[in-house]
């Protein structure tokens, strides 16, 4: 498996703290079956984002781990203004490798002003936008019809493993497996943060979907696509998303009822 979502480096954001806390994250990855690992560090206001500094501890944890799981390096991209001028005139700075690949990262709770119009602005300039986890939030769990337009217009989606056991919450569950039936996830990876309260869990990930849905897409979502994404190259022909149903769960309820429903 390939997890392309992943905060490893230590010291730089919410991950770990320290050297043996990343070694650690990463090991757990590696005993999970995990070949491939992008790092992909906040790139928002709360954190310094430093490309040295994250290639350094990159560096660090390659010697380390002596070759036995390949690392990449990318971004957890948040909306700012700054952030996505400085992108838009640096992407590689930025994108996964360097290549067409951007995850971009969402609040919790809404979604920015003009996200539509900086999306095309990205697939414009040859970005591909990840949109991930948007099964952990509110806006787009009650109006998950928001993704077709940028599912149309060349943005991917990633869900978070831990959402299919229902380690977020029983709302992150039911959306993940809702946009999966309906073919409109092209990738599943971990986000993951530490060995305890958020370690990585995609061999369980990927065992829920080929139960689910068969060894194809848990291939598909887990392996296929995202060695695409890492060695920068178009994704292989995807299947047709199909129009979600008006009973999906969660469609339309106020923040409130949601919040208070989990």
Not at 39 to 46: E, G, L, N, V
Not at 50 to 58: F, G, S, T
Not at 78 to 94: F, G, I
């Amino acid at each position: 498996m390939i997890d392309v979502h992943y905060h490893l480096l230590y010291g730089v954001d919410d991950g770990p703290k320290e050297l043996e806390a990343s070694l650690a994250l990463a090991e757990a990855s590696i005993a999970e079956g995990v070949t491939h690992i992008v790092a992909t560090p906040h790139a928002s206001y709360r954190y310094d984002f430093d490309p040295a500094v994250n290639q350094a501890k990159l560096a660090e944890l390659n010697q380390r781990l002596g070759g036995r799981v390949t690392l990449g390096l990318g971004c957890d991209f948040q909306l700012s203004r700054d952030n996505v001028s400085d992108a838009l005139e640096h992407p590689a700075k930025y994108t996964i490798n360097g290549g067409r690949y951007l995850l971009v990262e969402f609040p919790d709770v809404a979604i920015p002003p003009g996200t539509s119009e900086v999306l095309y602005e990205f697939t414009v300039r040859g970005i591909v936008p990840i949109i991930t986890h948007p099964e952990r939030n509110f806006t787009l769990a009650a109006k998950p019809e928001m993704l077709k337009p940028w599912i149309r217009s060349g943005c991917l989606v990633q869900i978070t493993a831990a959402s299919l056991a229902g380690e977020f919450d029983a709302r992150a569950q039911s959306i993940s497996h809702h946009l999966l039936k309906k073919q409109w996830v092209h990738l599943v990876a971990s986000d993951a943060h530490n060995i305890v309260k958020r370690p990585p869990m995609m061999k369980p990930a990927y065992e829920s979907l080929k139960k689910d849905y068969g060894v194809e897409t848990a291939d598909r979502l887990c392996l296929i696509n995202p060695r695409a994404i890492f060695d920068d190259q178009p994704l292989p022909r995807q299947p047709e998303p199909l129009d979600l149903d008006e009973d999906m769960p969660y469609r339309g309820r106020s923040i409130f009822a949601r919040i208070f429903k989990r």
